[in-house]
């Protein structure tokens, strides 16, 4: 691991919903070659962390910083997030009515890079990609996520990174809907996308994504804020013990 | 949301651009034969005798006058709008050229200029079955491939059908949508040029659409365009009509009849994508009748005019007949249109289906009117009704008047209707993938068009969405 500028650097992030903040001070590094896991319990704000860094317009970030690959993110939509390099694998994808899921991924390349891509280079990468997550090809002239299995559009939400690319993935909840089977292909394909030059962050509430997809740090996120750091070890810890006694440790301190 | 992200992309700044030379250029046409403004019967008298006529025409088109003036304004749907046609300031006819041309190269040069930026020659090339397209009132050009002469397919415009095949015009003319239909059907009847006219003989499947280009090219015209497709006992036959319009900025009126007969086990599919300049008034009758185990189909797309009032109507005649409205209309600022379906149920085991999608932008206001009828003697029939709406703004406006006419209780009858907005959900699920909101928003209305343009072939499927494309711009939803 090389310390040099991190991939993904967010300090001290405050984040309201609809009035209310959900997101009370978080700071991370992620540095390339990394992958984190923020854990924790369900409503303790994980999903409203990586929504607020994609630049949902409904979560916004009322205090702090953030910078990918050294570019200021808070200054920039949601698509230009995406340019710069950003990717939010969601916890529900929507349905597009009308949109084959190829169609999709032709429409997001081109905004990549400005220009169609080869029609024969993209179906072959496609495929390829489709095959490797056991999606079935008849996917592609399916409607996006429109009567998908909650399986299914996880593992559609992961074809989309691994076309598109990124410097860092948000994964959020990414394992849940998913059976031990479709867990296992999905968990192959985040690491074969994992390299020296990209970052991952795992949002979840279960350790067992992480047998497959091995973090370097884990962070546990309670009441909007990380209360503990650690190695692999705190997510079996977390699995072992609950939520509970983190909570109860952390009390005194969270409560300002 | 940055500056940035709300600005429209070059792309479809050109495009915009592109809309006036593409769509809305005009020639410098010298009218060959251009009448006086407004209508009485010495203007049909004339219309009737330049293009020499048989008698019985000239007396259903007087007939048909004074229908015309007899009958009041509809009193439904936009009256405020209807009621602003002066109907005594539009020319009822111009004859841009003497004859008729069989061939390419007898096609005056500006208007050969005129079709070559519409495409019309690449489009042939391709697969036309044979070309009729309508330059201001009269058919310019005119061809068929001769394969699909020997088979027996005649496919004229409506005034050579009237010379080349007079008892086939006689027999069926006015049958479907008579002059007493209502007063824009009599004012075509009494003023109609143009348009095209199909009969395909027993038995035979016209595997290539046959396609006609349809074009207003000057103030103040009318255009009454009139077709009558005929498909004998169970023969088959694609019909395609496409629209652009210039730009004007006086009023213009465009009232088609449309007649369509599907005899015995005949399947007809009649497809229309209309893109009207924004002053156009577009009141259109289209009817068909589908007699025992006949097939018939409007695929029906409405962009762009003033106002269009379009029922497509399909009578099921005989038993087991079928009909299917797949519709799609799409309303800009200061447009209203007010489309649907007609199905009318007279036969046993008949069944219908109409689909119906409408968007509707910034104060443009699109309106679903519909009609079942099932009579008291068309039992163990089957109707569904489907009526989607998107809504793209703060002003945009959608209603629904489906109207449910059942006579007798073995019948299987259904209806939805849904009104949705572009969901600030899916334009974040989709600018988070790298699309700006305009082309999320551009994706999310080609999406939710989709049942209609697969159905469409794909040179028009392609022109459609640019032409939805052109119309998205610019939306702040």
Redesign the interface.
Known sequence: MTEKNPLLDFRDIHVEVEGKEVIRGVSLRVYSGQIHAIMGPNGSGKSSLSNALMGHPDYSIIKGEAYLDGQNLLKMSADERSHAGLFLAFQYPLAIPGVTVANFLRTALKSHRGKDADMSDFRKIFLKQMDALSIDRSFATRYLNEGFSGGEKKKVEILQMAMLNPKIALLDETDSGLDIDALKIVSNEINRFHNDNNGILLVTHYQRLLNYVKPHHVHVMINGRLVKSGGPELALQLEEKGYDWIEKATRGKVEV | ??D??KQPNSDLTNLNSDYATKYGFRDPVDYFHKGAKGINHEVVEMISKLKKEPRWMTDRRHEALDMFFSKPIPQWGNTALLNEIDFQNIYYFVKPVEEMSKDWDDVPEYIKKTFDRLGIPEAEKKFLGGVSAQYESEVVYHSMRDDLKKQGVIFLSMDSGLHEQEEIVRKYFGTVVPPTDNKFAALNTAVWSGGSFIYVPPGLDVKIPLQAYFRINIENMGQFERTLIIADKGSRVHYIEGCTAPIYSTESLHAAVVEVIALEGAYIRYTTIQNWARNIFNLVTKRASAYRNATVEWIDGNIGSRLSMKYPCIQLMGEGAKAEVLSVAFAGIDQHQDAGAKVIHAAPNTSSRITSKSISKDNGRASYRGLVKIYKNAVNSKASVECDALLIGEEARSDTYPTMEIDNDQVKVEHEARVSKV????L??????????D??RL??V??????FTKELPMEYAVELNRLIELEMEGTVG
């Not at chain 2, 080609?446 to 049942?451: H, K, L, Q, V």
């Open positions: 949301m940055s940035s992200a969901a600030e959900e899916q974040f699920y989709l600018t988070s993938r790298g699309l700006t909101e082309e999320a994706l999310i080609n999406g939710f068009m989709e049942p």
